[in-house]
C-alpha cells in the first residue's frame, strides 16, 4: 500500500467513530487549570465553543535534516483524534528534485515513521518504543498550539507553574512525557519544551534521546480562535539548539465529519511553500 493510501485508510477509519454531539466548553472547564493556561484558552477563544474530539491541520514550509544539510520544501496535512490518542501526519517535499513522501502514524500505542522517495524507495522506517514516546510528546505539542480546547482534558496533570510558565505531563499507551510551557504577557503560547524526545538518525537505525522545543513566530485568527500562525522544530545538541523544520499554518478544522480531502497535488504546492 502506498504512504498516501495507508494515509487516507487510516483517517476514513477514525472519522467513521466521531460523536454525533458535542458538549460546549464553558468557564467551569478552565478552573482546574493553572492561571496562564487559563489565561491561554480565553486568548484562544475556546470558552464558548465546542470540546474538540478530533483536528485537521494543513501546514507548509521547509525541513533539513541538520545544519549541514540543505533545506527542503514541505507541504503536509495532519489528523489527530485526541479521544482515541491517534494522531496522522502525512508530508510532500522534494530532495535532489525527487519527490519525498513521508508517513508518521500514532495508534494503538505505537508509532512509525515511513519516508520514501520517488514513492517506493525506503530513505527512513523506524518504530519501537522510542519511537512511541517521541510521538506522544508531538501529540501533546499539536494539542496545547493547534487545539488549545483539548487542554481541559483530565488526562493531563499540571505540575509547576508560575505566571508565564507551566510544566505538564502527559500519559498515553505506558508511556509518560513532560513539557513545559511559556506564555507571553498578551497570553499566548510562545514555546513548548520536552526533554522526552528522540532524533533519529538520518539512516533510521539510531535513536538519540535530545531537548526539543518549538518556538512561535506569530499568532493569527482561524475562523473564531486566535491559533499558532507560523513557528518552528528545534534540536538541542551539545553545539548549540537548531531549527530543523519551519512551518506555516494555512488552515486548522476541529470535529470533521466529511469525508478526507484528496491531498493537494506535491507538484504545484512545494514551489510556493518556500515563501
Do not use: K
Not at 17 to 41: A, E, F, G, K, S
Not at 143 to 168: I, N
Not at 205 to 233: K, N, V
Not at 261 to 271: C, M
Amino acid at each position: 500500500m502506498s504512504l498516501r493510501a495507508a494515509y487516507r485508510t487510516d483517517v476514513a477509519r477514525a472519522l467513521g467513530q466521531m460523536p454525533q454531539v458535542m458538549r460546549t466548553i464553558t468557564d467551569t472547564d478552565l478552573v482546574r487549570l493553572p492561571l496562564p493556561v487559563q489565561r491561554y484558552l480565553r486568548t484562544a477563544g475556546v470558552v464558548g465553543q465546542p470540546e474538540v474530539w478530533n483536528f485537521h491541520v494543513r501546514l507548509h514550509g521547509r525541513i533539513r535534516r541538520d545544519t549541514d544539510a540543505r533545506w527542503m520544501p514541505l507541504q503536509a496535512e495532519q489528523y489527530d483524534f485526541v479521544e482515541r490518542r491517534e494522531r496522522f501526519f502525512f508530508l510532500n517535499s522534494t530532495m535532489f528534485g525527487i519527490p519525498v513522501r513521508g508517513y508518521h502514524r500514532y495508534a494503538d500505542a505505537s508509532a512509525s515513521m515511513d519516508i520514501r522517495a520517488a514513492g517506493v524507495i525506503p530513505v527512513v522506517r523506524t518504530s519501537g518504543p522510542e519511537m512511541l514516546q517521541s510521538e506522544t510528546v508531538t501529540l501533546l505539542n499539536d494539542m496545547c498550539f493547534f487545539a488549545p480546547a483539548t487542554l481541559v482534558d483530565p488526562a493531563l496533570v499540571w505540575e509547576e507553574s508560575d505566571r508565564h510558565s507551566t510544566r505538564v505531563r502527559f500519559s498515553n499507551g505506558g508511556v509518560s512525557v513532560r513539557a513545559e510551557l511559556t506564555f507571553n504577557a498578551a497570553g499566548e503560547l510562545t514555546d513548548f519544551l520536552s526533554d522526552d524526545r528522540y532524533q533519529t538518525s538520518a539512516n533510521g537505525r539510531e535513536q538519540t534521546r535530545r531537548r526539543w522545543s518549538t518556538p512561535a513566530r506569530a499568532y493569527r485568527a482561524f475562523g473564531p480562535m486566535h491559533l499558532l500562525a507560523s513557528g518552528e522544530g528545534r534540536w538541542h545538541t551539545s553545539e548549540g539548539p537548531f531549527a530543523y523544520i519551519e512551518l506555516t499554518v494555512d488552515d486548522v478544522e476541529y470535529n470533521v465529519r466529511r469525508t478526507l480531502q484528496r491531498l493537494s497535488d506535491p507538484a504545484s504546492t512545494l514551489a510556493p511553500a518556500l515563501h
